[in-house]
């Protein structure tokens, strides 16, 4: 497993992604994609940073239970009110958001628009910036919208720390923070709830 994810993080690497982007593929975090991409296949390796890889490749790769798992999350973000807006965190969490916008429309009969988060760490490699990302122009607005922010992982609650903050600074209400799996064991970021299927707790 660990020598097919060291060369998968390097054949991104070749093509151009970034740290933040190689850790977002694997699911895996950014320390662990730092790792991944600077061994040798054939070196002796360096201890690994402690983190677990998610492969949830048997959900993303089909829309029945991509939809199902959406259902589920959708559900769960219901304790919290109703959303205007299911902002999606690029790139794994925009298609959780996009199912949910539309399941929510139909549990609540209400119109959910869809917006789109690009973190920093997609678009520098460059993980110590203090600089937060942005929410795209081209799908929903969050200003004055009570939003429900979705990713497939939380590792560090960095990057759902980012998306808050950038919510809030354009006149949004992040309702809560809901995910696929939760490595962190995070019940809450920035005062803001967090609501996940799995939870990975480490012994």
């Not at 589920?72 to 690029?90: P, Q």
């Not at 004055?144 to 998306?163: F, L, M, N, P, Q």
Request: net charge negative.
């Amino acid at each position: 497993m660990k020598e097919k994810l060291i060369q998968k993080a390097q054949e991104l690497r070749q093509h151009g992604f970034t740290t933040g982007e190689i850790a977002d593929e694997l699911n895996v975090s950014m320390d662990t994609a730092r790792w991944l991409t600077l061994q040798k296949a054939t070196e002796e390796k360096t201890d690994a940073p402690t983190d677990f890889a998610i492969n949830w490749k048997s959900i993303g790769g089909n829309s029945a239970r991509l939809r199902y798992v959406s259902s589920a999350l959708s559900d769960m973000t219901l304790a919290y009110g109703e959303a205007d807006v299911i902002c999606g965190i690029a790139v794994s969490g925009v298609p959780f958001a996009t199912m949910m916008a539309d399941v929510l429309e139909d549990m609540t009969g209400l119109e959910t628009s869809l917006a789109i988060f690009h973190p920093n760490k997609h678009r520098k490699d460059n993980d110590e910036s203090d600089d937060e990302g942005t929410i795209s122009t081209n799908f929903g607005s969050v200003e004055g919208k009570k939003v429900v922010i979705v990713d497939d992982v939380i590792t560090s609650g960095k990057t759902a720390r980012e998306v808050i903050h950038t919510v809030k600074d354009l006149g949004g209400e992040p309702l809560c923070v809901t995910v696929l799996i939760d490595k962190a064991g995070l019940s809450e970021i920035e005062d803001i709830p967090v609501e996940s299927l799995i939870k990975v707790s480490r012994l």
